[in-house]
């Protein structure tokens, strides 16, 4: 692990075959980003429902490979 970071991958919301796109998060440990990540699922969560502002803020882009890797998986 990078940065004190880990890493982690899981299949939630609706997945790309009803629109869904993945999206990665950092740093949710706060019991209200958690619940907004809850919420937003509930809604359908990345691709289908708008992300919360409270969500946007620990949102981040990983590197083309660490992308490819997730993706092969």
Known sequence: ??????????ALGAGPPRGGRPC???EIHDPDVIEAVAGWLEAGGPGLADEP???AIHAFTP????RTEHEDT
Do not use: K, N, P
């Open 1 to 10: 692990m990078r940065g004190g970071q880990r890493r982690c991958r899981a």
């Open 24 to 26: 990665w998060l950092r």
């Open 53 to 55: 502002d409270l969500v």
């Open 63 to 66: 590197s083309r490979r660490i």
